[in-house]
């Protein structure tokens, strides 16, 4: 007969298996099963666990994107009042986005934080598009890093002396088979038949 403890707690778990034999005066032991006590500990996971769920959250709220319904005007003549109706809750205060303070899980962020002189210096939209002038095109300078590079150097003496050594094959043929008519014909030649030959 088989008895399973199994106990759960916050941090640990207990196993405890015991086997009794069914015979008065024999034990059996089974194969594989833990004879007593197994504890095992799960800080480690429970730490991992808290911070992946700490990274699907950002660190504070995030400014939503607050889009009012439009005023309808089909039936009004002449507006002069502001039909919008007033808000009675206060707007929150949401400080601007960062992306070095504030972390975000999302792919998108909040457009408060959104530089737009930056953006636009990156993407070099300075200039409007116009046809046939080049202010809106990017040409970088002649002296610029994308034409010179600079390379850092430090003169020493090579350890491998072959390394760089330019090969040089000898055009002359082999001795073997610079006399002989070994590779002549125009047509049908088989050096395997003309090398037998010439033996």
Avoid: W
């Avoid at 808000?87 to 205060?93: D, F, H, M, Y």
């Amino acid at each position: 007969m088989i008895i399973r403890i199994h106990i759960s707690l916050p941090n640990f778990y207990i196993l405890t298996f015991h086997i009794l034999d069914t015979t008065p005066f024999r034990k059996e032991m089974m194969h594989g099963v833990i004879d007593g006590i197994c504890y095992g500990q799960n800080e480690r996971t429970d730490e991992l666990n808290h911070r992946m769920t700490e990274r699907q959250f950002p660190d504070s709220p995030l400014q939503p994107n607050y889009d009012p319904r439009p005023v309808p005007t089909k039936y009004a003549l002449f507006p002069m009042i502001n039909r919008r109706t007033s808000i009675k809750e206060p707007a929150l205060p949401y400080p601007d986005y960062n992306s070095s303070v504030l972390f975000n899980p999302g792919s998108t962020a909040p457009r408060s934080g959104f530089s737009v002189d930056t953006e636009t210096t990156l993407r070099n939209q300075n200039f409007a598009l116009q046809h046939g002038a080049n202010q809106g095109v990017y040409i970088p300078a002649s002296d610029s890093d994308l034409y010179k590079i600079q390379i850092v150097s430090r003169p020493s003496i090579q350890p491998n002396p072959y390394l760089f050594e330019k090969q040089t094959f000898d055009a002359q043929p082999h001795p073997n088979v610079a006399n002989t008519l070994i590779g002549r014909d125009t047509f049908f030649n088989n050096t395997r038949t003309q090398l037998r030959n010439s033996v």
